[in-house]
Protein backbone atom coordinates (compact mmCIF):
# COMPACT_ATOMS: atom_id res chain seq x y z
CA UNK A 1 0.00 0.00 0.00
CA UNK A 2 1.63 3.35 -0.95
CA UNK A 3 2.46 5.41 2.24
CA UNK A 4 0.22 9.19 1.83
CA UNK A 5 1.90 11.60 0.91
CA UNK A 6 1.45 14.78 4.25
CA UNK A 7 -0.51 17.99 3.09
CA UNK A 8 0.86 21.46 2.55
CA UNK A 9 -0.47 22.43 5.74
CA UNK A 10 0.98 19.69 7.79
CA UNK A 11 4.82 20.23 5.85
CA UNK A 12 4.40 23.36 7.43
CA UNK A 13 3.43 22.58 10.87
CA UNK A 14 5.97 20.39 11.15
CA UNK A 15 8.83 23.48 9.96
CA UNK A 16 7.43 25.25 12.70
CA UNK A 17 4.76 27.74 11.25
CA UNK A 18 2.56 27.45 14.04
CA UNK A 19 -0.57 25.32 15.21
CA UNK A 20 -2.27 23.00 12.62
CA UNK A 21 -4.79 25.49 12.38
CA UNK A 22 -2.76 28.12 11.78
CA UNK A 23 -0.87 26.31 9.53
CA UNK A 24 -4.10 25.56 7.29
CA UNK A 25 -5.04 29.19 7.52
CA UNK A 26 -1.75 30.16 6.23
CA UNK A 27 -2.29 28.13 3.11
CA UNK A 28 -6.08 28.70 2.82
CA UNK A 29 -5.12 32.78 3.02
CA UNK A 30 -2.91 32.37 0.09
CA UNK A 31 0.23 32.93 1.86
CA UNK A 32 2.35 29.99 0.93
CA UNK A 33 3.41 29.06 -2.56
CA UNK A 34 4.99 26.36 -4.24
CA UNK A 35 7.28 26.31 -7.05
CA UNK A 36 6.93 30.32 -7.15
CA UNK A 37 2.98 29.89 -7.74
CA UNK A 38 0.40 30.40 -4.63
CA UNK A 39 -1.48 27.45 -3.51
CA UNK A 40 -4.26 27.76 -1.13
CA UNK A 41 -5.67 24.58 -0.68
CA UNK A 42 -4.48 23.43 2.80
CA UNK A 43 -5.26 19.86 2.19
CA UNK A 44 -2.90 19.56 -1.27
CA UNK A 45 -0.54 16.33 -0.91
CA UNK A 46 3.13 17.07 -1.47
CA UNK A 47 6.57 15.19 -1.95
CA UNK A 48 8.36 16.65 1.18
CA UNK A 49 11.74 15.24 -0.18
CA UNK A 50 13.99 18.22 -1.41
CA UNK A 51 10.59 20.48 -1.35
CA UNK A 52 10.96 24.52 -1.50
CA UNK A 53 8.12 26.45 -0.30
CA UNK A 54 7.56 30.22 0.08
CA UNK A 55 6.18 31.59 3.45
CA UNK A 56 4.88 35.17 2.41
CA UNK A 57 7.46 35.62 0.45
CA UNK A 58 10.60 34.28 1.85
CA UNK A 59 11.43 30.59 1.08
CA UNK A 60 11.97 27.90 3.18
CA UNK A 61 13.74 24.34 2.65
CA UNK A 62 12.07 21.31 3.88
CA UNK A 63 14.08 19.55 6.85
CA UNK A 64 12.67 16.65 8.38
CA UNK A 65 15.74 18.09 11.53
CA UNK A 66 16.54 21.55 11.50
CA UNK A 67 20.65 21.88 11.71
CA UNK A 68 21.83 25.30 11.34
CA UNK A 69 25.06 27.64 12.11
CA UNK A 70 25.09 31.39 13.91
CA UNK A 71 27.73 33.87 14.11
CA UNK A 72 27.35 34.13 17.80
CA UNK A 73 27.99 37.60 18.90
CA UNK A 74 28.76 39.34 22.62
CA UNK A 75 26.58 39.69 24.48
CA UNK A 76 24.20 36.99 23.93
CA UNK A 77 23.50 33.75 26.28
CA UNK A 78 23.48 30.19 24.85
CA UNK A 79 20.27 29.43 27.20
CA UNK A 80 16.05 29.60 26.67
CA UNK A 81 16.06 30.91 29.33
CA UNK A 82 18.94 33.61 29.75
CA UNK A 83 19.43 35.50 33.14
CA UNK A 84 20.97 38.65 32.06
CA UNK A 85 21.73 38.95 28.14
CA UNK A 86 19.45 38.32 25.54
CA UNK A 87 19.03 34.41 23.97
CA UNK A 88 20.82 33.67 20.90
CA UNK A 89 17.51 31.96 20.07
CA UNK A 90 16.21 35.70 19.61
CA UNK A 91 18.46 35.97 17.00
CA UNK A 92 16.63 32.66 14.76
CA UNK A 93 13.24 33.06 12.76
CA UNK A 94 10.12 32.07 14.93
CA UNK A 95 9.41 28.79 13.04
CA UNK A 96 13.15 27.45 14.28
CA UNK A 97 12.33 28.73 17.48
CA UNK A 98 8.94 27.41 17.65
CA UNK A 99 10.50 23.79 16.21
CA UNK A 100 12.76 23.93 19.36
CA UNK A 101 16.32 24.17 18.52
CA UNK A 102 18.50 24.01 20.91
CA UNK A 103 22.68 25.27 21.27
CA UNK A 104 25.34 22.14 20.73
CA UNK A 105 27.27 23.10 23.55
CA UNK A 106 27.20 27.05 24.75
CA UNK A 107 29.73 29.81 24.09
CA UNK A 108 29.92 32.31 27.07
CA UNK A 109 28.09 35.63 26.70
CA UNK A 110 31.14 37.05 25.24
CA UNK A 111 32.48 34.34 23.19
CA UNK A 112 31.84 35.20 19.29
CA UNK A 113 32.06 33.03 16.74
CA UNK A 114 30.57 29.32 15.00
CA UNK A 115 27.40 28.29 17.26
CA UNK A 116 25.44 24.82 15.86
CA UNK A 117 21.55 24.52 16.91
CA UNK A 118 19.48 21.87 16.29
CA UNK A 119 16.21 19.98 17.10
CA UNK A 120 18.15 16.83 16.74
CA UNK A 121 18.47 15.32 20.25
CA UNK A 122 20.21 12.73 19.04
CA UNK A 123 22.77 14.40 17.17
CA UNK A 124 23.05 16.93 20.13
CA UNK A 125 24.31 13.71 22.00
CA UNK A 126 26.80 12.74 19.41
CA UNK A 127 28.48 16.14 19.36
CA UNK A 128 28.71 16.99 22.66
CA UNK A 129 29.43 13.64 24.02
CA UNK A 130 33.36 13.31 25.23
CA UNK A 131 33.83 10.15 24.04
CA UNK A 132 33.11 11.01 20.03
CA UNK A 133 36.16 13.52 20.60
CA UNK A 134 34.72 15.80 17.71
CA UNK A 135 37.07 18.82 17.49
CA UNK A 136 36.53 22.51 18.25
CA UNK A 137 39.03 25.16 17.12
CA UNK A 138 39.25 28.51 19.34
CA UNK A 139 41.17 31.64 18.68
CA UNK A 140 42.05 33.55 21.60
CA UNK A 141 43.52 37.06 22.27
CA UNK A 142 45.85 37.17 25.49
CA UNK A 143 46.39 39.56 28.43
CA UNK A 144 50.31 38.76 28.23
CA UNK A 145 52.58 37.35 25.33
CA UNK A 146 52.32 33.86 24.73
CA UNK A 147 55.36 32.18 25.09
CA UNK A 148 56.45 28.38 24.49
CA UNK A 149 56.50 27.36 27.78
CA UNK A 150 52.39 28.07 27.88
CA UNK A 151 52.31 26.28 24.71
CA UNK A 152 53.95 22.93 25.92
CA UNK A 153 51.42 23.06 28.91
CA UNK A 154 48.51 23.44 27.20
CA UNK A 155 50.24 20.65 24.58
CA UNK A 156 50.88 18.43 27.23
CA UNK A 157 47.57 19.16 29.67
CA UNK A 158 47.43 21.32 32.33
CA UNK A 159 45.04 20.34 35.59
CA UNK A 160 42.02 22.46 36.33
CA UNK A 161 40.49 22.71 39.60
CA UNK A 162 37.52 20.39 39.14
CA UNK A 163 39.59 17.59 37.89
CA UNK A 164 42.84 16.36 38.82
CA UNK A 165 43.05 14.57 35.29
CA UNK A 166 45.42 16.91 33.02
CA UNK A 167 43.59 18.46 30.08
CA UNK A 168 45.70 18.73 26.74
CA UNK A 169 44.61 20.72 23.97
CA UNK A 170 44.76 18.25 20.46
CA UNK A 171 46.83 21.08 18.76
CA UNK A 172 48.05 24.75 19.92
CA UNK A 173 49.54 27.07 18.48
CA UNK A 174 50.65 30.91 18.96
CA UNK A 175 49.20 33.56 16.55
CA UNK A 176 51.21 36.80 16.43
CA UNK A 177 52.13 37.69 20.46
CA UNK A 178 49.61 37.67 22.05
CA UNK A 179 46.89 35.22 20.03
CA UNK A 180 46.42 31.70 20.38
CA UNK A 181 44.81 28.78 18.40
CA UNK A 182 43.79 25.68 20.08
CA UNK A 183 41.65 22.33 18.68
CA UNK A 184 39.95 21.10 21.84
CA UNK A 185 37.88 17.66 21.73
CA UNK A 186 36.27 18.06 24.99
CA UNK A 187 33.35 20.51 26.30
CA UNK A 188 34.56 21.25 29.91
CA UNK A 189 32.95 24.30 31.20
CA UNK A 190 35.45 27.30 30.61
CA UNK A 191 37.61 25.13 29.28
CA UNK A 192 39.42 27.82 26.73
CA UNK A 193 39.89 30.49 29.50
CA UNK A 194 40.36 27.79 32.48
CA UNK A 195 43.35 25.78 30.27
CA UNK A 196 44.94 29.45 29.38
CA UNK A 197 44.98 30.32 33.06
CA UNK A 198 46.27 27.18 33.96
CA UNK A 199 49.23 27.89 31.71
CA UNK A 200 50.01 31.32 33.17
CA UNK A 201 48.33 33.73 31.18
CA UNK A 202 44.67 35.19 31.17
CA UNK A 203 42.05 35.44 27.99
CA UNK A 204 41.03 38.25 27.02
CA UNK A 205 38.45 37.40 23.87
CA UNK A 206 38.18 33.99 22.34
CA UNK A 207 36.03 33.14 19.19
CA UNK A 208 35.36 29.88 18.07
CA UNK A 209 36.04 29.86 14.03
CA UNK A 210 35.66 25.81 13.37
CA UNK A 211 33.19 22.71 14.93
CA UNK A 212 34.13 19.35 13.16
CA UNK A 213 34.53 20.39 9.60
CA UNK A 214 32.51 23.37 9.47
CA UNK A 215 34.34 26.57 9.36
CA UNK A 216 32.68 30.07 10.14
CA UNK A 217 32.01 31.23 6.50
CA UNK A 218 33.66 34.76 6.21
CA UNK A 219 30.42 36.15 4.97
CA UNK A 220 28.33 35.40 7.57
CA UNK A 221 28.39 37.94 9.83
CA UNK A 222 27.80 38.36 13.36
CA UNK A 223 23.95 37.77 14.03
CA UNK A 224 23.28 35.85 11.04
CA UNK A 225 22.85 32.31 10.55
CA UNK A 226 22.83 29.44 7.51
CA UNK A 227 21.76 26.11 7.00
CA UNK A 228 23.80 23.27 7.49
CA UNK A 229 23.32 20.09 4.88
CA UNK A 230 23.07 17.35 7.48
CA UNK A 231 25.62 16.19 10.14
CA UNK A 232 27.84 14.79 7.71
CA UNK A 233 29.22 18.25 7.00
CA UNK A 234 30.61 17.94 10.59
CA UNK A 235 32.05 14.83 11.19
CA UNK A 236 35.29 14.93 9.51
CA UNK A 237 38.05 17.21 10.76
CA UNK A 238 38.75 20.49 10.36
CA UNK A 239 41.42 21.89 8.56
CA UNK A 240 42.02 25.08 10.79
CA UNK A 241 41.30 27.80 9.65
CA UNK A 242 43.73 31.19 8.93
CA UNK A 243 42.81 33.90 11.68
CA UNK A 244 40.61 36.70 10.36
CA UNK A 245 40.88 38.34 13.98
Partial sequence: ????????????????????????????AGFVSLGGEVCDDPWHEVDPEGLEFGVQGQRWPYREKALVMLHKPAGYECSQKPKHHPSVLSLLPAPLRTRGVQPVGRLDEDTTGLLLLTDDGALIHRLTSPKHHVPKVYEARCKHAVDEAQLAALRAGVVLDDDPAPVRAAA??????????????????????????????????????????????????PGQWRWVDGPQAITAAPTPPASSR
Avoid: I, W
Avoid at 1 to 28: H, I, N, Y
Fill in 1 to 28: MTKRRPTLAQVLFSQGFGTRRECESLVA
Fill in 172 to 221: CEAEGTHGLRLTLTEGKYHQVKRMVAAAGNRVEALHRSAFGALVLPADLA
